[in-house]
């Protein structure tokens, strides 16, 4: 089989995490398949992709077009006129996006992203049949959902990031679609509680913090409903003396800019809160797990229902105790009071109360630690996502046969 993947970002957001665990994966089940991955934006992405022995393309998108999002809050209009900006560009790209993928001459292709999803069929070959891997809601992308919808009679199937995505793409796509839901990976030898740490301290320019002093980081990208505003309020109602220092791990990865947090408005927001001493700000950091080790109390507090929570599993696979916002597919993840503690989005004061019962109860941060991890080394080894997906492949492929 010779399968081509295709990835609107490169850097290392939880799609793109997630999309290497699968190269890893199915290349360790299938040594002989092909695997190839264009990406449309060059990152360490295809540097990890190439060293899994995955042929790898960068295929940058024009400025007009990279810059497009859609998810909520951003203003519909100024996107319909990028998006009017971006069409001549657009279609340059679509064919040049046709000819490398005539040249790399998939069996399959296996679409990461809203964006690749329209792109596959725009320059797939016709009898190629196309797989989208559907990671976030569509319902609140308003021009990506009739997109998709209009182009859906092209796609063989999907896969869906959990139960909860998989429902609502069952309610918005034709019967016939088929609609496979397979939780993400985690890869267990790298998110494990022992390896390095960082120094989060050295990376958010704070003195360094004083023994027994109980570390609490949120670990995300910067979408605006990642909840580092939560986070930060939860921060500034804790009890005065409690020991602990925050972090804020992360930052603006993507180039959708209008719709993430920049670390300066972050930092104006924790002044205005009186907490500047209490949090820092590391930025984007390249070993989620080396952080997440480095910490005692790994914290989601996504806004919006989370389509998956992959930080929550990887969490878990260090060791660490979890506090979830529980909600979409994050809560298919978690059994709360069990592997992690659990708060409703956006509510900073059950949020502030998750935190400081973790912070004053070195056991059940040790029991929540124990139980995530066995629930991530059961419900979330990478391992077995060939085994989910090589029959969908095999299926998909059959069928334009
Ligand atoms: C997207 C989702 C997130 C999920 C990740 C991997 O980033 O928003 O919930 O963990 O994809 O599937």
């Not at 320059?123 to 209009?150: E, N, Q, T």
Request: aromatic share 6%; hydrophobic share 45%; charged share 20%.
């Amino acid at each position: 089989m010779n399968i081509v993947f295709l990835s609107a970002s490169g850097q290392l957001g939880g799609a793109e995490t997630s999309l290497l665990d699968i190269l890893a994966s199915v290349r360790q089940a299938q040594p002989g398949w092909k695997l190839g991955l264009i990406s449309c934006e060059d990152g360490p992405l295809l540097r990890r992709a190439n060293g899994l022995g995955v042929e790898t393309r960068a295929l940058p998108f024009p400025q007009t077009i990279a810059c497009l999002g859609d998810s909520a809050g951003v203003g519909r209009l100024k996107l319909l006129f990028g998006m009017l900006r971006g069409s001549a560009a657009g279609i340059l790209y679509v064919r040049r996006l046709r000819r490398v993928l005539r040249d790399m001459a998939p069996q399959l292709i296996h679409s990461n992203g809203f964006k690749t999803h329209v792109l596959s069929v725009w320059a797939g070959p016709r009898k190629i049949p196309v797989i989208w891997h559907v990671h976030d809601y569509v319902r609140p992308r308003f021009i990506m959902a009739r997109l998709l919808r209009a182009h859906v009679c092209r796609c063989a199937a999907m896969i869906a990031n959990s139960h909860s995505v998989a429902g609502e793409l069952r309610g918005i796509f034709p019967r016939g679609i088929k609609i496979h839901p397979v939780y993400n990976g985690v890869d267990l030898q790298r998110f494990s509680p022992v390896g390095p740490r960082l120094d989060l301290d050295a990376l958010s320019g704070l003195p360094l913090a004083a023994n027994g002093i109980v570390r609490v980081g949120l670990v995300a990208t910067f979408a605006r409903w990642k909840g580092h505003g939560v986070f930060l309020h939860a921060l500034a109602l804790l009890p005065a003396g409690l020991p602990i220092r925050a972090y804020v791990i992360g930052g603006p990865i993507y180039q959708t800019d209008d719709s993430q947090l920049q670390i300066d408005e972050l930092r104006g927001l924790a002044r205005e809160l009186g907490i500047s001493d209490k949090v820092g700000f590391t930025g984007f950091v390249e070993e989620p797990a080396a952080a997440m080790r480095a910490l005692d109390i790994v914290v989601h507090a996504s806004t919006q229902p989370e389509p998956f929570g992959l930080v929550i599993t990887e969490a878990m696979a260090c060791g660490r105790a979890v506090i979830a916002s529980q909600a979409g597919g994050a809560a298919e993840l978690i059994a709360p009071g069990k592997n992690a503690l659990a708060h409703l989005p956006g509510d900073a004061g059950e949020l502030a109360r998750c935190i400081s019962e973790l912070v004053l109860s070195p056991r059940q941060r040790a029991a929540l630690g124990v139980a995530g991890q066995e629930s991530a080394r059961t419900r979330f080894d990478r391992g077995d996502l060939a085994r989910q997906l090589i029959p969908i492949y095999r299926e998909a492929a059959a069928a334009a046969q």
